[in-house]
């Protein structure tokens, strides 16, 4: 082929190039058209996969609570775990309170004809039942109806050892939530006293012979008892001080460790709420008092596992400057965007108490539960779309350098004091 009918090929070419015409940007509107349809139809389809969840989770929670009157034992059993679960991670209320009465009959079978381990979870769903529902008529109606099932198993000698010690627990946070008279309130610590001072001395002496099991029961009722003691009046904790806190020395003795620390701390939050309420308060036995608590702040005892003594020593350190200075160690609960500062007994006890049913999902119950942000004052629930929360977090990558950096740092200052070649005079 002649090499000028290439060149006329290739003119010809460029010269079929055309400029952009009013079609073209007709075209190119339509097509960003397209594309803001696409993407609000994958925010329509966003929508409806949320709907469809939704509604498969709540159709779920609708076969549990149906499931917890089931014939077979493993069936409620699993209902309840399921619940439990359900409950402890998300906020349920509009659901729930809907249903809470059939939820309520659920809980209230397991527990009379449900054995050890199904009521266990029967009690500590009644617990995260009525955190769900909050401070009010709904959890006052749930409760009126299982507060005797409650104390029938917890004063049944009987009944089996672990729903005994489950009551207790469940009793006394559901008396704080739920109950609205002080007198049952009372009435219900008296409940607690009976179980718990079988652990105390006799006037001769001796102790009273108790399992293990037993001595749990009566931890967990003190615990109860300490919790229920954070809402009574000055006239009542004045009274409790001087009927209770010369004979809590002698818990302190026990050989439980979890009845040790238990007694502790039921011992410094009696000092921080009786100095609240009389400022010149001042103990007779301060002396032995002191002692005791210093030599558990530094026990070596060699028959007690380390691990036992560990936590024994830091907790009763805390206990030993509450008693002495009227302080306390405080700690930071950080939670999304927010921060809470337990700064004292008080908080204390009732923080420990929530978070014992709540579990892993107490920091979430703590940015979004209307009654526990109240509890511990937090105001209104913040609210924070995912996106504003994902840039207010660090990035994986910087956190690591951070860390990185720290471990470097705090490495040469290791060695500087421990590389044997520095003259001992430098120091």
């Not at 409760?143 to 627990?169: E, M, S, Y």
């Not at 629930?381 to 740092?409: C, G, T, V, W």
């Amino acid at each position: 082929m002649p090499r000028g009918n290439k060149r006329s090929g290739r003119a010809g070419q460029q010269g079929n190039v055309q400029s952009f015409s009013d079609e073209d940007a007709s075209i190119e509107t339509l097509s960003h058209c397209s594309s803001l349809s696409d993407r609000t139809s994958v925010a329509e389809e966003a929508g409806e996969i949320e709907e469809t969840a939704e509604e498969d989770f709540q159709y779920k929670l609708k076969a549990y609570i149906d499931s917890t009157v089931d014939k077979s034992a493993k069936t409620r059993q699993g209902a309840l775990d399921g619940l439990k679960t359900a409950m402890a991670t998300k906020i349920l209320y509009e659901f729930i309170s809907e249903r809470r009465m059939t939820i309520t009959d659920g809980i209230e079978r397991c527990l009379k004809k449900g054995k050890g381990v199904e009521q266990c979870a029967a009690a500590s769903l009644a617990c995260l039942l009525c955190i769900q529902l909050g401070s009010g008529i709904e959890s006052e109606e749930v409760f009126k109806t299982l507060k005797p099932v409650f104390k029938t198993i917890l004063n049944d000698g009987a009944a089996n050892i672990q729903a005994r010690q489950a009551c207790a627990t469940s009793l006394g946070l559901c008396t704080l939530v739920a109950e609205d008279d002080i007198m049952d309130v009372s009435a219900t610590m008296e409940c607690f006293e009976s179980l718990f001072t079988h652990s105390y001395i006799r006037e001769d002496g001796s102790r009273h012979s108790v399992s293990p099991q037993t001595t749990q029961l009566h931890t967990n009722s003190l615990l109860s008892w300490a919790l229920l003691l954070t809402i009574c009046t000055g006239s009542h904790i004045r009274a409790m001080a001087q009927k209770h806190l010369a004979k809590l020395l002698q818990l302190l003795e026990n050989d439980d460790v979890n009845m040790r620390i238990a007694a502790g701390e039921t011992i410094a939050l009696l000092f921080e709420l009786i100095r609240d309420v009389d400022p010149e308060f001042e103990y007779d036995d301060w002396e032995p008092l002191c002692k005791k608590l210093s030599n558990l702040a530094t026990d070596c005892n060699k028959h007690r596992a380390k691990s036992d003594k560990r936590k024994q020593r830091s907790v009763f350190r805390d206990v030993l400057k509450a008693v002495e200075e009227g302080d306390f160690q405080s700690e930071t609960i950080r939670f999304g965007t927010e921060r809470m500062v337990i700064d004292s007994w008080v908080r204390k006890r009732t923080y420990d108490a929530f978070r014992e049913f709540v579990g892993t999902g107490m920091n979430y119950h703590l940015q979004a539960n209307e009654f526990i942000r109240d509890v511990f004052e937090l105001g209104q629930p913040m609210l924070i779309d995912s996106a504003a929360l994902k840039a207010m977090k660090s990035s994986r990558l910087e956190r690591h350098l951070y860390n990185a950096a720290a471990f470097k740092a705090r490495t040469k200052a290791r060695n500087k004091f421990r590389d044997k070649r520095i003259d001992v005079g430098e120091f």
